[in-house]
């Protein structure tokens, strides 16, 4: 069974930059892997940010940027606002499966 | 404006069954692949299982042959019927929107979910 590995937690200060990342147990990811990357705060829905490795949603804000990055896909917040402290998560695909990473914990400090 | 509301979620016995519906709005609801994800309390998302335009369905490994996944066109309608649950199984489900063609995996608009407890 695939697992698919974020970091646990990290911490920004505002205004500064922070790059998130999703590895595959399968090894290297690739956009066939269609990576997807969501922003859940606590007691509310997940929000979609990106979709396909990089492409934003309409609401996606224009800080938010996804990319492949030695072998992962990478989540990178230029410009890091108050309320950008929230979980993220990414998401696989996989042989018809989706995977779901374990979520990183973003702390603006 | 895209709505997806969930229904169907409460108290269960281990080893009972449960019906979460998915009502949607607001698009061509034929014309998307659906998804069904879940949090258990305090942890993360786990995807469930997915069905396409023409049926076709997919599963988590550890719900397959307990969950079954169904979709009603005319009704605008995602059905979860999940079979012999275990506590493991207790979550907020989300019902969510996946993509429109063949390589086109989002998951762009979510439900509020529905709690599912499996207790005695």
């Known amino acids: 069974q695939t697992v698919v590995t974020q970091e646990p937690s990290l911490t920004v200060s505002p205004g500064g930059t922070v790059t998130l990342t999703c590895a595959s147990s399968?090894?290297?990811?690739?956009?066939?892997?269609?990576p997807n990357w969501f922003q859940q705060k606590p007691g509310q829905a997940p929000r979609a940010l990106i979709y396909s490795t990089s492409n934003k949603h309409p609401w996606t804000p224009a800080r938010f940027a996804g990319s492949l990055l030695g072998g992962k896909a990478a989540l990178t917040l230029s410009g890091v606002q108050p309320e950008d402290e929230a979980e993220y998560y990414c998401?696989?695909?996989?042989?018809?499966?989706?995977?779901f990473g374990g979520g990183t914990k973003l702390t603006v400090l | 404006e895209v709505q997806l509301v969930e229904s169907g979620g409460g108290l269960v016995q281990p080893g009972g069954s449960l019906r979460l519906s998915c009502a949607a709005s607001?698009?061509?609801?034929?014309?998307?692949?659906m998804h069904w994800v879940r949090q258990g309390a305090g942890k993360g998302l786990e995807w469930v299982s997915a069905i396409g335009t023409g049926g076709d369905t997919y599963y988590l490994a550890s719900v397959e042959g307990r969950f079954t996944i169904s979709r009603d066109d005319a009704r605008n309608s995602l059905d979860l019927q999940m079979d012999t649950l275990y506590a493991g199984d207790a979550a907020v489900y989300y019902c969510a929107r996946g993509g429109a063609s063949w390589g086109d995996e989002r998951f762009d608009y979510w439900g509020q979910g529905t709690l599912v407890t499996v207790s005695s």
């Open positions: 607001g698009f061509t609801f034929r014309k998307y692949d």
């Open positions: 998401l696989l695909y996989h042989d018809n499966a989706r995977v």
């Open positions: 399968t090894g290297a990811v690739t956009s066939g892997y269609y």
